[in-house]
């Protein structure tokens, strides 16, 4: 009888929410920025496994991405209305709301299922972390060290298709020839910042960014080594096309995917537009980690925060949701739908495809693991190196010298 | 007996009106007004000097008291963000004025001319001021985009070498934005100077044209000076959509390409709910508000001034 009214609830809960009339059913607005394809996908996984457990999941997506949704999500929370829970990136993002005791303190339930065993890598979980309590789930691992490439492309040029970056700009004018544009890129500033950090890794190596970004040495900041880097950079701004209008990264992913552009540097959410596209790795596209030149991985991600509630039904609900997040199958059905990997060492992959094996293949060396930028810099100073790549990304009379002290300058100061 | 009363009364009410202070002259208006000017304190002024003084703290997403001296307005100064926002609304803030302007009284005086279907014309004019600023931006970026828009239409006419990519040129973004600005706001220029058109006395264009005054001349001559107060209400109009102008930009350009086209009101917007950074918002919105009272305390005050002197006179 139970189990009836729960599927009842379950089939219509979108439709109206107010006929899941069952005592212990508690409704809970989420609010995220998964709105592309692939992501909306991955979102409908945590719905449906809520809502069987006789509890109201009220989608509150944003569009726009990161930038257009936490203003919303954060100006919500401090004005007195807060969501059921909310998915950030975690790091330094929250930092502030957890200080002012606005978020639910996960400790107990994550003691309870013994979190700090199962999350892999462990920084994702110390991300969560204040004063050794937890407030956040982390529910996947994104690494922005990827770049996507169009086999048809250069199938069309009839040339190899490149194994590493340096492949790739020697390939360029073929693919100009054939009528390709070599880069594609989108026009949000996140995506040039998250560009140049993935160039950096892949041409500097795992220990130029570990000291540039982790212990902000100014040596290395200003060195021979990023010199070249930002040499490199700039003239990586001639393969892109100078009249592209498109903003979202899935739209640039969209043209890698009908081969009309050559390659995409982008996190591994955008395999999942690959997915949708019904396009497999290594027919239609390939992908290399760490441009083909650095085997390493940034585990930035995303987490799920649980703004406090007066209604103790309601912090009930945050922590089976939580539960829920966190919970083996869940894990793999989600990060199988979203291209993301999942938090816990201890999943059967099976189903993963060659990308994404290589990914974990990458993760098993704790060497080869950097923290993500949303862990490392405040969102002023991420904010503020997005501005400078994007102009110089955009104005070809920006020498590189001059972003590259700016650039320095910049980590040289945040806190 | 009710003479003396009424007599007596009115004595009294007279030395009453002499003795009472200037300030409970018409007191019950004063009444009135009090909830206003309570709202216009606490809500404009007090905020106003809240916004200030935080504006010399170093708070991030939550005001705090822990005050760094003008550190935060340093950086505005350095940031060449901020310097290419400033720029921007100074192209815009021209460009929109002196245009929508020009075009509003143009269009408003040929349609003065008792011409056939001004309904229509009307209506054609004033609807986009019906659509929201955000809807105006997404149409735009529709109608400039390089490969779909208004250049596939001209391209499919003939003219196939066509390129039009203002949305992707740093230099002429800002200029996209003028436009869809001026697509939407002009209309309602033209029908706030018709109606001023339409209040001028018949009686002065039969006196010129017996005088045998070409209409351009009247015009500009005695029309528009009598249309002063016209003009007053429409500039104040303007300026002040000028100095707020964001939702324009959010959508049209979204500040792009690399932060050619962003504007004060963007910057003030994306640090203090995106970036964490209240001190900087502040700061960068404090001297937005220095602007307008440096611009606006000279107007107000001739403008005051001339009425006293008039009324006094």
Not at chain 1, 246 to 254: C, G, M
Not at chain 2, 110 to 139: C, W
Request: a negative charge.
């Amino acid at each position: 009888m139970k189990l009836k009214q729960n599927m009842v609830a379950t089939v219509i809960a979108a439709a109206s929410f107010g006929l899941a009339s069952s005592v212990s059913a508690t409704e809970l607005e989420v609010t995220h920025w998964w709105t592309s394809g692939g992501e909306a996908a991955a979102v409908k996984v945590f719905a449906d496994a809520f809502n069987a457990g006789g509890d109201t999941w009220k989608d509150g997506a944003i569009a726009g991405s990161g930038g257009v949704a936490r203003p919303v999500i954060i100006s919500r929370i401090i004005g007195g209305d807060p969501m059921g829970a909310t998915q950030l990136n975690h790091g330094r993002q929250a930092e502030e709301l957890v200080e002012e005791g606005l978020m639910l303190d996960l400790t107990e339930l994550a003691e309870k299922e013994g979190w700090k065993d199962i999350v892999r890598p462990s920084s994702l979980l110390d991300a969560c972390t204040l004063d050794g309590k937890i407030y956040c789930v982390p529910v996947n691992i994104h690494s922005f060290q990827w770049m996507w490439t169009s086999l048809q492309a250069y199938e069309k040029a009839g040339i190899e298709p490149p194994k590493d970056w340096n492949e790739f700009v020697a390939s360029a004018p073929k693919l100009r020839e054939a009528g390709i544009t070599p880069l594609a890129v989108g026009a949000q500033t996140w995506q040039t910042n998250g560009m140049f950090g993935v160039i950096r890794m892949g041409l500097g190596g795992i220990d130029l960014f570990r000291k540039t970004t982790i212990d902000r040495d100014s040596e290395a900041l200003r060195g021979e080594e990023m010199v070249a880097i930002w040499k490199a950079f700039g003239d990586a701004r001639d393969l892109d096309d100078p009249e592209n209008s498109i903003q979202n990264w899935n739209d640039a992913t969209s043209q890698v995917i009908n081969g009309s552009h050559g390659a995409q540097i982008m996190g591994d959410w955008a395999q999942g537009e690959f997915q949708v596209a019904g396009q497999t790795a290594g027919t239609e596209y390939d992908c290399l980690p760490g441009l083909g030149l650095a085997p390493a991985l940034d585990t930035g991600g995303d987490a799920f925060y649980f703004p406090n509630q007066d209604d103790p039904e309601k912090t009930e609900a945050q922590l089976r949701m939580a539960s829920m997040m966190i919970s083996k199958p869940v894990q793999v059905d989600f990060n199988l739908k979203k291209g993301s990997l999942p938090v816990r060492g201890d999943v059967d992959l099976d189903a993963a495809n060659d990308c994404m094996k290589k990914g974990l293949e990458i993760l098993k060396d704790p060497a080869n693991i950097v923290p993500g930028g949303d862990q490392l810099f405040s969102p002023d100073a991420q904010g503020q190196m997005e501005d400078l790549l994007a102009e110089f990304w955009t104005n070809p009379d920006m020498s590189p010298e001059e972003a590259h002290d700016a650039w320095a300058t910049i980590i040289e100061e945040a806190e | 007996m009710t003479g003396t009363l009424s007599f007596i009364r009115n004595i009294e009410q007279k030395t009453w009106w002499k003795r009472r202070p200037k300030i409970l002259r018409n007191l019950s208006a004063k009444i009135a007004a009090l909830p206003m000017i309570a709202v216009a304190l606490v809500g404009f002024v007090g905020c106003s000097v809240w916004s200030i003084v935080y504006s010399f703290t170093s708070s991030k997403s939550l005001p705090k008291e822990n005050f760094v001296g003008f550190k935060q307005y340093d950086r505005l100064f350095d940031s060449s963000r901020w310097q290419v926002s400033v720029e921007n609304v100074a192209i815009y803030g021209v460009c929109s004025l002196v245009f929508s302007l020009t075009i509003g009284f143009l269009l408003a005086v040929a349609l003065d001319q008792k011409i056939r279907f001004e309904n229509t014309f009307r209506t054609i004019f004033l609807y986009p001021f019906a659509l929201s600023f955000i809807v105006t931006g997404l149409v735009w970026q529709w109608l400039l985009n390089a490969d779909f828009g208004i250049a596939q239409v001209i391209r499919d006419i003939g003219f196939t070498n066509f390129e039009l990519s203002i949305l992707s040129s740093r230099e002429y973004a800002i200029y996209a934005i003028i436009i869809a600005g001026l697509w939407q706001g002009t209309g309602f220029v033209m029908a706030l100077m018709l109606a001023g058109l339409r209040g001028i006395d018949q009686d002065i264009w039969k006196a010129s044209r017996v005088d045998g005054i070409p209409a351009w001349r009247t015009y500009i001559f005695i029309v528009i000076p009598m249309m002063k107060p016209v003009f007053i209400t429409t500039l104040v109009i303007i300026a002040s959509g000028i100095v707020k102008v964001f939702d324009l930009v959010v959508a049209l350009t979204a500040g792009g390409p690399g932060g050619s086209s962003e504007l004060p009101a963007k910057y003030v917007y994306d640090f203090m709910f995106g970036r964490a950074n209240l001190g900087q918002a502040l700061a960068a919105s404090t001297i937005m508000l220095t602007t307008v009272l440096i611009i606006l305390i000279p107007w107000a005050y001739l403008e005051f001034s001339q009425k006293k002197e008039e009324s006094n006179g």
